[in-house]
């Protein structure tokens, strides 16, 4: 095919437009994409599995058992391996579950975490404080009047580094006084890097958000049918996460109605400075 | 396929294509960080989908596909919807308030505001086929549309773009 004159000045132009365009990426970034890659491989496979097998309350356990290959001695193993990500999803329970299992189970699969600081002692990781104090601020901001958000703590999402816990979070149930179902509100408090964020991994499709509060110096939101996320970084380095699901998974087949939080509401409560990690 | 020979391969794609999908990215989006942040997702995808991508014809058009989707993905959001606008920002500053050293001409800066100004199918067709070099065909498949579509796109689009082509171009070469 012979290009027009238009069509040759117009590839011209765009190269030229584009050529200024680099950001040389090193080896150990494309060994990030790759870990990046993994664990969506794995995500995928522990989705299909859980679907399959209907055994709901060990994603870990499925993540895990689903990639045997992965189990191998590579230098990307042991990364992942301390990943703080791939050890924070401990087994959710729902408001009306009883007492859940703590980060200790979560900590038995951290490989090069396992000399750290003992975290996750107790029914909440020993946390329960902190996490109720967490579901209050969510409460303040989501649910003033107190009609949705689950009132009592019952689960515990935590991650950990080798200099101690880096991550700390949980899920509360969210119900419909009018309504069956049963939906989910997670925060998640983090001075990892937000690339290795639960709720991050856990959602696709994430964009800078262009208005940012005060004290914020990065912000992403992520909406999907199901609901939605933030994250909010602070100057000190500190993440917030902050997702709704109609959906809480573990714990319910049938969504909650009604479930109609902003991205707006949920920066607002991201942004709360009550948000920290408990001092060590 | 072994993983250490997926690694392989995964890193030779990327050291050799990874510029060449942020720029075509970044024609699509005219934003440097989300340029980056498409390719990030989709270098991700790429790598989570190897075994079938590679199984594909070409490993190439498998990320050109991805990154075009991630792309259409971005702006469903909410927050992403494009919307006509008479006046439209200063791209060189868009983002978190640090400038990219792009465009900084006033003949980019034309053509990129030209560029955002076209609905985003057009947009699409012009990039893979006036920057990626694609054919009518090549183009119809990697968007799923028919070669009439692109066609009646790509015309579209030149007409569209014909005013701030002819502006810089050299007298000699003068436009239909």
Wanted: charged share 20%; with cysteine.
């Amino acid at each position: 095919m012979t290009a027009h004159p238009p069509e040759e000045e117009l590839a011209r132009r765009l190269t030229a437009l584009a050529e200024p365009v680099r950001s040389p990426l090193p080896p150990s970034e494309i060994d990030r994409l790759a870990r990046l890659g993994r664990r969506r491989m794995r995500r995928t496979r522990a989705a299909t599995t859980l679907a399959v097998s209907g055994l709901a309350a060990s994603a870990v356990a499925i993540g895990v058992s689903a990639a045997p290959g992965d189990r191998g001695s590579s230098p990307d193993d042991a990364s992942y391996a301390s990943d703080p990500a791939a050890t924070t999803a401990a087994p959710t329970a729902g408001p009306s579950s009883g007492p859940t299992s703590g980060p200790t189970s979560g900590s038995s699969a951290t490989g090069s975490c396992a000399s750290g600081p003992v975290e996750g002692r107790g029914p909440l990781g020993g946390h329960g404080a902190t996490l109720r104090t967490y579901r209050d601020l969510l409460a303040a901001h989501l649910d003033p009047t107190g009609q949705h958000l689950a009132a009592a703590v019952s689960n515990v999402q935590s991650g950990s580094d080798r200099c101690g816990l880096n991550s700390l979070g949980t899920k509360l149930g969210w119900s419909s006084p009018t309504g069956p179902g049963l939906g989910m509100v997670q925060v998640e408090v983090t001075t990892g890097p937000w690339a290795q964020a639960q709720v991050r991994m856990s959602r696709e499709g994430w964009q800078r958000l262009p208005d940012l509060p005060t004290g914020v110096v990065a912000g992403w939101a992520s909406e999907d049918q199901s609901g939605r996320a933030v994250g909010l970084t602070r100057a000190d380095g500190t993440t917030v996460a902050v997702e709704v699901d109609a959906l809480f998974g573990n714990d319910s087949l049938t969504p909650v109605d009604g479930i109609d939080l902003s991205t707006e509401q949920l920066v607002a409560a991201a942004a709360d400075p009550g948000f920290v990690l408990p001092a060590p | 396929m072994r993983r250490a020979e997926v690694d392989e391969a995964f890193r030779s794609f990327v050291a050799t294509r990874h510029t060449r999908l942020l720029r075509a990215a970044y024609l699509l989006c005219g934003d440097h960080y989300l340029a980056e942040d498409l390719v990030q997702t989709t270098l991700v995808k790429l790598y989570a989908a190897w075994p079938r991508a590679s199984r594909a014809d070409s490993i190439d058009a498998y990320a050109r596909r991805v990154l075009v989707n991630s792309h259409r993905d971005e702006l469903r959001r909410p927050w992403r919807r494009e919307r006509p606008a008479e006046h439209l920002p200063d791209d060189a500053k868009h983002g978190l308030g640090v400038e990219v050293k792009v465009g900084v001409d006033g003949e980019h800066d034309d053509l990129m505001e030209a560029l955002r100004r076209l609905p985003v199918g057009q947009r699409r067709v012009v990039v893979l086929r006036h920057y990626w070099g694609l054919s009518v065909e090549e183009t119809a498949a990697d968007l799923g549309v028919t070669t009439g579509t692109v066609k009646s796109q790509t015309s579209r689009a030149l007409a569209a773009l014909a005013r701030v082509l002819s502006a810089h171009q050299p007298a000699s070469g003068g436009m239909p």
